[in-house]
């Protein structure tokens, strides 16, 4: 069964818009290494053929437009193959993901992506590197990674030091969920659309007129449906609502006082007391990692910046809080991981570890070169 489906309608003056599909609603669209080699295949196609005016990347269900990688298969080849490092399919899930994240970052034509429903990890990378970035009503993101020993990969290295303050650092060690103003306003969406227009706004961008500049084409057809909604009589931003709280939080250049502050919270607000209670219940492990990851990513490339995560995700994948954090939260869903019992030195000596390469000949050296086929 396909999880991708792909097609090309017809626009004025010999142009075609491609329309990709994640079609895997009983995982919420999770992707798989299947999923991601079609689309990446698609993508150098459609960046080729001069025809190809815009790119429209969507889920077939309003309930999510992807919930991430397909970890739990992940888990089984790293359990499968213990002793093998890097783990072959973790290398091949992790540098592929990456390099289809890094096209569409750089992608040369108009690709927009309907952010709608559940967008997580995975899904996330696929839309943060994207031009044009719709979120809706039902938008809910997050990058939940530290309750499954994981961190925030797919490029969070690169875009969440970019958020406005020091929220993109509170986002990584809480994994707190953000709505459609959240996203506009830590700049993770450039247009709020309501859901129900999703199928009018592929038919306008089939009807415009593309024999101009494309990137601007797009901005017109899509800024005309966010011009008709008002988001901030829909929904607040909560990122907006407790930024001097955040900022407070994170002020010390000390993980464990971050954490202390974080933990310390005594207000009332539910969506700071949920942060608290995810960073508190996390793999410490993944709490430092992401911490040091934001650290070594201030002054890299893009390119190095996903670089860096591959050797990181692979050392990860063999570090015991992976394994353990999927299987109680996605598959015994006991929600009582027991992390790697280990003293704040050896949890440094581990992260520090994490940035040694696996590998003399790095799988994305070509990254900042002309990608060809894969």
Request: one cysteine or more; proline letters at 5%; a negative charge.
């Amino acid at each position: 069964m396909l999880e991708l489906n792909i097609e090309e309608r017809e626009a004025p003056h010999g142009k075609r818009v491609a329309i990709a599909t994640l079609d895997a609603p009983k995982s919420l669209h999770a992707l798989t290494l299947d999923m991601i080699r079609q689309l990446d295949k698609a993508l150098v196609r459609w960046e080729q053929d001069p025809q190809i005016a815009c790119v429209f990347l969507h889920s077939s269900t309003d309930k999510a437009f992807c919930a991430g990688g397909d970890v739990r298969s992940l888990r089984d080849a790293i359990l499968a193959e213990p002793k093998a490092f890097p783990n072959p399919a973790a290398q091949a899930f992790f540098s592929e993901e990456y390099r289809l994240d890094y096209r569409i970052h750089t992608y040369s034509k108009p690709l927009v992506v309907w952010g709608g429903g559940i967008v997580m990890g995975g899904g996330l990378g696929l839309m943060a590197g994207a031009g044009h970035r719709i979120v809706t009503e039902t938008t809910r993101i997050a990058m939940p990674e530290i309750s499954i020993g994981l961190f925030p990969d797919v490029g969070g290295s690169w875009f969440l030091p970019r958020m406005p303050g020091r929220s993109g650092l509170f986002l990584a060690l809480t994994g707190a969920p953000l709505n459609a103003a959240d996203a506009l306003f830590t700049g993770l969406g450039d247009y709020f659309i309501a859901q129900l227009e999703r199928q009018n706004v592929i038919e306008a961008l089939c009807q415009a007129d593309w024999r101009g500049n494309g990137e601007q084409a797009a901005n017109r057809v899509l800024r005309q449906f966010a011009a008709t909604f008002d988001i901030n009589a829909l929904l607040a931003s909560e990122v907006r609502a407790h930024f001097d709280a955040i900022q407070a939080m994170t002020a010390s250049r000390s993980l464990p006082d971050v954490v202390a502050a974080i933990g310390a919270y005594a207000g009332d607000a539910p969506w700071l007391q949920r942060a608290a209670r995810t960073l508190a219940a996390g793999s410490p492990f993944s709490a430092a990692l992401g911490w040091e990851l934001q650290q070594r990513a201030r002054h890299l490339s893009l390119a190095d910046v996903f670089r860096m995560e591959l050797a990181v995700a692979l050392h990860c994948c063999a570090y015991p809080d992976f394994s353990e954090g999927v299987r109680a939260l996605l598959i015994d869903k006991d929600n009582a991981p027991q992390w790697q019992a280990a003293t704040e030195r050896d949890i440094a000596g581990a992260v520090a570890h994490c940035f040694t390469a696996p590998w003399q000949q790095h799988p994305l050296s070509d990254l900042d070169k002309k990608m060809e086929t894969q």
